[in-house]
């Protein structure tokens, strides 16, 4: 197995769990969705099958999330289908992003 096999198979540390369930509750409250945010998979996708989120809800979290995080998202920046992949991609972003 190789050691990026291996370390995607590893848990997510404390700390980056906090976060995703802080993103998932951000996503519930200013989206007003009828799951619960421990309920959101940290690994389905935000589009579409997963959480169901469209581009208008994407550009909503987005400036939720550089308000609350000091992040900086563009509209135009090709980075962002990865970013916002899931949940833990988005979680994982915005650790290594944030200035708040």
Known sequence: MSDKASLMQQPAPLAAV????????????????????????PDAPLYGEGLGLDSIDILEIALILSKQYGIQLRADSQENQQIFRSLRHLAEYIAAQRTK
Do not use: C, M, T, Y
């Open 18 to 41: 906090g976060l995703q369930r802080e993103i998932a509750a951000l996503f519930v409250q200013a989206l007003n969705l009828e799951v619960k945010a421990e309920d959101i998979d």
